[in-house]
């Protein structure tokens, strides 16, 4: 059974950094690349930033310079490192893994049960 479980998310102001995390049972992300999603409300789902197995990263043009996307292996963990937040992020955050296929993130479609980011003043 895999299950994923975000957390680290909360209020911050403009300008504030939060480090989401994505700890995993059931998958090794060793094995998958690995996906951050935000979705707000009234909004479409977004893919955020995104992690191959081999270690490289992409991320939405709206979050670069901004958030990093990281993993620990020995963990089993994915990370969301985010800085200079705006109001704009405020978001659920979700992780999962995937695939690339034909150059695009494709999911699995394994979600948790997300966590809150709210960037407020």
């Known amino acids: 059974q895999v299950q994923l479980v975000e957390s680290g998310g909360g209020s911050v102001q403009p300008g504030g950094s939060l480090r989401l995390s994505c700890a995993a049972s059931g998958i090794k992300f060793n094995d998958y690349d690995a996906a951050w999603y935000r979705q707000a409300p009234g909004k479409q789902r977004e893919l955020v930033a995104t992690i191959t197995s081999a270690g490289r990263t992409n991320y939405t043009n709206s979050v670069k310079g901004r958030f990093i996307i990281s993993s620990d292996k020995a963990k089993n963990t994915v990370y969301l490192q985010m800085n200079s937040l705006r109001p704009e992020d405020t978001a659920v955050y979700f992780c999962?893994?995937?695939?690339?296929?034909?150059?695009?993130?494709?999911?699995?479609?394994?979600w948790g049960q997300g966590t809150q980011v709210t960037v407020s003043s």
């Open positions: 999962n893994p995937g695939y690339y296929s034909a150059g695009q993130y494709v999911s699995y479609n394994y």
